[in-house]
């Protein structure tokens, strides 16, 4: 049986047989690639994941996590990023509630 926990909406947390997989949320444009063909692809938007990076354990995922919020965060001040950190971590006490 394989994880699959999504967290922020923008990332997810899976397995497979020998680690921990954290992947991203994409939006995909077909039309943007240069081989696209109108007559044999669909010019549907769509959101796919994808793998980013390889964890040993659940918690090291879970901070990767964290570390790119706070590096993607567009807070201005110490306030806000505080803010944005308290709210990831209350996403994760609630997601880990749920576990219980």
């Known amino acids: ?29 077909p039309t943007k690639s240069p081989a696209f063909n109108p007559a044999k692809h669909s010019a549907e938007v769509r ?8 964890c040993g354990k659940v918690e090291q995922a879970i901070e990767l996590i964290a570390r790119q919020n706070v590096l993607d ?8 990023l505080h803010s944005e950190i308290v709210a990831f971590r209350r996403e994760i006490s609630r997601l880990m509630r749920l576990v219980d």
């Open 47 to 54: 959101e796919e994941w994808r793998d980013w990076k390889f």
């Open 73 to 80: 965060s567009d807070a201005t001040t110490l306030t806000e």
């Open 1 to 29: 049986m394989t994880l699959n926990i999504e967290i922020s909406g923008q990332y997810r947390i899976t397995s497979d047989s020998m680690q921990i997989v954290v992947q991203r949320k994409h939006t995909v444009d």
